[in-house]
C-alpha cells in the first residue's frame, strides 16, 4: 500500500497497517523535517522496523535533491539479518511501483569472522583470531614478500579483489551477510573487504552499536559517513551502557603479565630489524619528528584499530620526543607495567580521580600526561613498522595503550578503582584496576553533533524523560506509544504473596528465606500445570538462580516441574545456552512443553524472541537491581547526581525495571500473539516502581491484578487462557480498527489526521499544565480545533 504523510508518499509492503505505526510514522518525519534527534518508544510485535524503513526510504525517494543516507545500528547480528529481511522486501515493492530510479544498495556490516568465506581462516577460535589470520594473508609487507617468494601464503579472494580494482563493486540492491558471502564467493572476491569499500556508497548501512559508539572502530569503519545522514539506533534501552562501556578499560595481573611478554617480543624484533633493515626504524623516527604518525594513507588490510579517544579530543601534534625511539617507547611502557603491578598489589579498595592518578605516575615512574596521550598511536605505528600481523597476540599491550591514552586525556567523566577482590568471593584473590567511564554522553555527542538526525527507539524506554538527561541531548520529538489490540492479548499481574499468604521478593534480606523460595517454586508448579507450550522464568542473577534451582532439587519442586514440561537452563557459557535453547525450541514445537530459566541482564533477555507458542507465561521472579554494593555502580550513581542531578534511588529503579520490562517483552512479539506476564515481587505493587513500567504494559495491567496471591494468579491465568483460545476479528471492530487498510487512510483524510495532531499537542499541554488542566492555552487550542473543522 502507498499513502501520504504530508508531502511525503509512503511505500509501505503489507496490504494493512497498524494505527501506532502511522502515527510513528507521522513524529519521525516531524523529526527528519526539524532535521534534529527524537526519542521514541514503540510496543514489541507493533512493525517497529518495518514502519521506519518505510518512512525513511520513502521521504529519501521524495526528496531526490536532498537525499539521506540511514545508518541502521542494531545490537545482534540476528537483529541485523531480520532488518535486512525487512529492507528486502520493502525495496522489491518501491522498485514493482516505482521502477528502477527506486533501486538502492543496502548492505549489512560485520566483523570479518561472520564475513571471511576463507576457509583456512574460519578454522581459527574466536574473532581476534581470525583477524590476526586474515592480517597473516592481506597484509602489504606479506604481500610483497609473497610477490618474491610463491611459498609464502597469501588469501587468493583478497588478492582477486584487489586485482578488480575500481571494478569491485556491488550492483544495486539489498545484501544480508549471507548475501555477501554468496557473491563473494561467486565473483571470487573477499566479502569483507568489499563490504568495506562500499559502505560509503551504500544508501543504506546495517551495522553494530560499536561502528559508530566505540571510537576504536568508529575511526576505521565510520568516520568518512556524510553528515546528512539518519542514525538509527534500535532496541536502544541499554544504549547508555553501551557507550560506558566503549570508554572503559580493566587491566588485571594477566593483562600485565601478557602485556610484559608482548614488550619483550618486540624488542626481540626491534633488535632484528637493527641488524638486518635499520632503516626501517630510523624512517619511523623521522616521521614522528615530523608529526606524522603514520605514512600516507593505510591500506584497508592493514588498518588496525583507531585511537579510542573521540576524535575531537585526539592531539594533532607530533609524537613526544621521549617515546619517538622504539627502544625507549618500550622503556617507558616497561615503567607504566611496573607502576600499575604495584598498585594492583593492594589489600583495600582504592579509588581516584584521573588528574589524581596521572599525578602519582608522573611523580613515581616519570610519565607525563602528554606521554599517556600518544601512548595508543605511538604503539600502532611501531607495531606497522615491524610488520607484526599477528594482532591477537598484542591484546594485552594494546589494552595497556588503551588504558594510558583513556587516562591521559579524560579528566571528567572518569574514575579509576582498584578492587583486591570481587565481594562476592571476597575468599579469592582476584585484584583489578579498572578506568570506569560514568558519563554515557560523551561517547554518543560526536554522534548527535556530526549527524543530521540521530532516533533512538526501541519497546523499553520508560521514563522516556530520562534519556535525554542521561545522554545530554535535546530531542526535537519525545513520543511513548500505545498498543490497539481488538483482544486484550496481554495479561500483566503483580504477584505479592504465596498460597499461604506469606509475602514474596528477592529483596536481600527475604531471598533466602525458605518460605519465599517454596512460594516461587509452588508457583511455577501451578503454572506449568495449566499453561500449555513454552513458559519462560527470569531471575535477578545468575548465583542466585543456581541456589534457588538446587533449593526446589533437593525439595522435590523440580520433580513436579519435570512432570508437565522438560526444563531447560541458560548458562554463560554461550554454546551450552544455544543448545539448550534449540532444545527448548523442540519440545515446544513437539507439544511435550518446556520452561527455560534465564537470567535478567543475560544473552537471552536481550536478544532472543519467545513469540507464540514458544512463550505463553513469562515470569519475572524479583526486581532485577543491580549489585548495589558494585563501586563502579557507586560511583557512576555519584556522578550522576553531582552533575545530572539524577538520584541513586531513580537512576537503580529505571535500569532495574527496563530489564524487566525487556524480559517480559520477549514473550509478546506480533499482535496476532498472546502470553501473561507475572511480576513476581512485592515490591512490584509499589506505584513508584510500577510507573516505569512502559505505557503499553500499564495500559493493560487492571488494579485487580496488583496484589495477588498464587492462587488468584491461577485463575486469572485460566479465564485467560480460556478466552484467548475463542475466535477473533483481528482488523478490530467499526469503532476500533486495529489494523487500517489503504481505504481506511483515505476516509480517515485531514479530519483524522488534524485530530490526531491535536490530541498530540493536548498530552503536551497536559504535560506542562500547571494545576487545573484546563488551562487557557488548551481551551484556546481546542477552540481553534473546532473552528477549523
Same mark, same amino acid.
Given at each position: ?54 518512512? +525513511? ?40 511501483? %516505482?521502477?528502477?530510479?527506486?533501486? +538502492? ?311 579509576? +578503582? ?213 563501586? +563502579? ?130 498530552? %503536551? ?25
Amino acid at each position: 500500500m502507498k499513502f501520504p504523510i504530508e508531502d511525503v508518499t509512503v511505500y509501505f509492503p503489507y496490504d494493512h497497517i497498524y494505527p501506532e505505526q502511522y502515527s510513528y510514522m507521522v513524529e519521525l518525519k516531524r523529526a527528519l523535517d526539524a532535521k534534529g534527534h527524537c526519542l521514541l518508544e514503540m510496543p514489541t510485535g507493533t512493525g517497529k522496523t518495518i514502519a521506519l524503513l518505510s518512512l +525513511i526510504t520513502s521521504y529519501t525517494l521524495s526528496k531526490p535533491q536532498g537525499a539521506i543516507k540511514l545508518i541502521y545500528c542494531t545490537r545482534t547480528v540476528h537483529e541485523m539479518e531480520k532488518t535486512l529481511a525487512e529492507l528486502k522486501l520493502l525495496h522489491d515493492y518501491q522498485v514493482k511501483h %516505482l521502477g528502477p530510479a527506486a533501486k +538502492i544498495l543496502a548492505i549489512g556490516l560485520s566483523s570479518r569472522k561472520n564475513l571471511c568465506v576463507n576457509r583456512a581462516v574460519l578454522e581459527s577460535a574466536n574473532r581476534d583470531s581470525v583477524d590476526a589470520a586474515c592480517r597473516r594473508r592481506t597484509a602489504s609487507w606479506v604481500r610483497a614478500l609473497a610477490a618474491e617468494n610463491p611459498d609464502v601464503e597469501t588469501c587468493e579472494f583478497y588478492e582477486n579483489y584487489e586485482r578488480a580494482a575500481s571494478g569491485a563493486v556491488l550492483p544495486p540492491g539489498v545484501y544480508t551477510l549471507q548475501d555477501l558471502r554468496a557473491f563473494g564467493k561467486e565473483k571470487g572476491w573477499c566479502p569483507y573487504f568489499l563490504a568495506r569499500h562500499m559502505v560509503q556508497l551504500a544508501n543504506v548501512v546495517v551495522y553494530s552499536y560499536q561502528y559508530l559508539l566505540d571510537p576504536k572502530v568508529a575511526g576505521i569503519i565510520s568516520k568518512e559517513m556524510q553528515k546528512e545522514s539518519v542514525v538509527v539506533f534500535d532496541e536502544a534501552h541499554n544504549i547508555d551502557n553501551v557507550c560506558i562501556e566503549a570508554l572503559s578499560v580493566s587491566v588485571r595481573r594477566q593483562t600485565l603479565d601478557g602485556a610484559s611478554r608482548n614488550i619483550s617480543s618486540m624488542e626481540q624484533e626491534i633488535k632484528r630489524f637493527k641488524a638486518t633493515d635499520a632503516n626501517r626504524l630510523r624512517d619511523e623516527y623521522k616521521r614522528l619528528v615530523n608529526g606524522l604518525a603514520l605514512s600516507g594513507n593505510l591500506a584497508d588490510s592493514d588498518s588496525w584499530l583507531s585511537n579510542p579517544a573521540l576524535p575531537d579530543d585526539i592531539l594533532k601534534e607530533a609524537v613526544p620526543g621521549n617515546i619517538r625511539r622504539a627502544e625507549h617507547f618500550l622503556h617507558v611502557l616497561r615503567r607504566l607495567l611496573q607502576y600499575l603491578t604495584v598498585r594492583l598489589d593492594t589489600e583495600n579498595v582504592e579509588k581516584e580521580s584521573p588528574i589524581s592518578f596521572v599525578a602519582s605516575i608522573n611523580n613515581q615512574a616519570g610519565i607525563d600526561q602528554k606521554t599517556l596521550k600518544f601512548c595508543y598511536d605511538r604503539l600502532h605505528s611501531l607495531m606497522l613498522t615491524l610488520e607484526i600481523t599477528d594482532t591477537s597476540e598484542f591484546l594485552h599491550v594494546q589494552t595497556i595503550c588503551d588504558f594510558a591514552t583513556l587516562v591521559g586525556t579524560y579528566s571528567r567523566g572518569f574514575s579509576i +578503582i582498584i578492587e583486591p577482590f570481587d565481594e562476592r568471593m571476597p575468599h579469592i584473590p582476584d585484584p583489578v584496576l579498572q578506568l570506569s567511564c560514568h558519563d554515557a554522553s560523551l561517547a554518543i555527542k560526536p554522534v548527535f553533533d556530526r549527524f543530521q538526525s540521530v532516533v533512538i527507539t526501541s519497546g523499553t524506554l520508560s521514563p522516556i524523560d530520562l534519556y535525554p538527561r542521561l545522554l545530554n541531548f535535546h530531542p526535537v520529538v519525545s513520543r511513548s506509544f500505545k498498543m490497539s489490540l481488538t483482544r486484550d492479548c496481554i495479561c500483566p499481574m503483580v504477584l505479592t504473596r504465596g498460597s499461604d499468604q506469606l509475602p514474596v521478593s528477592t529483596k536481600f534480606d527475604m531471598r533466602s528465606d525458605p518460605g519465599v523460595v517454596r512460594n516461587y517454586g509452588k508457583l511455577l508448579v501451578e503454572m506449568v500445570s495449566i499453561v500449555p507450550d513454552g513458559i519462560v522464568c527470569f531471575f535477578v542473577s545468575y548465583s542466585y538462580m543456581d541456589g534457588i534451582i538446587n533449593t526446589w532439587n533437593e525439595s522435590g519442586i523440580l520433580k513436579e516441574i519435570m512432570q508437565h514440561k522438560l526444563v531447560f537452563i541458560e548458562t554463560q557459557d554461550v554454546v551450552e545456552t544455544t543448545l539448550a535453547l534449540d532444545n527448548y525450541r523442540r519440545a515446544c514445537d513437539c507439544g511435550r512443553g518446556a520452561v527455560f530459566f534465564s537470567v535478567a541482564r543475560g544473552k537471552v533477555a536481550e536478544g532472543i524472541d519467545f513469540d507464540r507458542h514458544y512463550g505463553r507465561l513469562v515470569i519475572m521472579f524479583g526486581v532485577p537491581f543491580q549489585y548495589t554494593l558494585s563501586k +563502579i555502580l557507586l560511583a557512576r550513581l555519584e556522578y550522576l547526581r553531582d552533575t545530572f542531578q539524577i538520584k541513586e534511588g531513580d537512576f537503580l529503579t529505571f535500569d532495574a525495571l527496563r530489564q524487566a520490562a525487556q524480559c517480559v517483552g520477549r514473550v509478546i512479539r506480533s499482535k496476532a500473539d498472546y502470553g501473561m506476564m507475572i511480576f513476581a515481587d512485592k515490591r512490584y505493587s509499589r506505584h513508584d516502581k510500577r510507573s516505569k513500567l512502559p505505557g503499553w504494559i500499564l495500559s493493560h495491567l487492571r488494579d485487580a491484578h496488583l496484589n495477588l496471591s498464587t492462587d488468584m494468579a491461577l485463575h486469572i491465568a485460566r479465564e485467560f487462557l480460556r478466552k484467548m483460545a475463542q475466535p477473533y476479528d483481528k482488523t478490530g471492530s467499526s469503532n476500533k480498527k486495529t489494523l487500517l487498510s489503504q481505504e481506511d487512510l483515505e476516509k480517515m483524510g485531514d479530519s483524522s489526521r488534524d485530530e490526531m495532531f491535536f490530541t498530540h499537542h493536548l498530552e %503536551l499541554a497536559q504535560k506542562s499544565a500547571v494545576g487545573d488542566v484546563r488551562t487557557p492555552f488548551m481551551l484556546d487550542l481546542k477552540a481553534s480545533f473546532q473552528v477549523n473543522l
